[in-house]
């Protein structure tokens, strides 16, 4: 058993099930080219144990699918949403990066403020 995302006419994930290769390519989900392997340990081009520790296993496809990503046949890579209009794509990892840095981890809880295209503190 597997992870595979089914992806729209426009590369974009439907839904993400957990199912045999041979289900699949047995079409009686659909179009087998419909459908692209994820992996729930992969993120940001690097694979993880079940600890969310980094391994040496295989990376796939830069970052588990979810619902609304894109799927990039050209990169062979899944993206999510872009989360905001200011942010740019990472192409190393495939994920969104704020032009502002995050403060880090300061005990501080953060939200990304568009208008300022800044780190704003939650204080509530």
Known sequence: MAH?????ENNIVQRVIV????????????????????????IGGK???QD???????ALRYNYAGSGFTYDTN???F???KP??????VEATCLWESPVAHPGDDGK???WDEDTTNWVEVTE
């Open 4 to 8: 595979f995302a089914e992806v729209d």
């Open 19 to 42: 199912i045999s290769q041979e289900n699949i390519d047995s079409g009686n989900w659909g179009s087998p080219e419909t459908w692209v392997q994820t992996s729930y340990n992969t």
């Open 47 to 49: 694979h993880y144990d």
């Open 52 to 58: 969310r520790a980094e391994d040496s296993g295989v």
């Open 75 to 77: 990169k062979d890579a």
């Open 79 to 81: 993206i999510p949403p």
């Open 84 to 89: 905001y209009p200011s942010w740019t794509l």
């Open 109 to 111: 809880r953060y939200t």
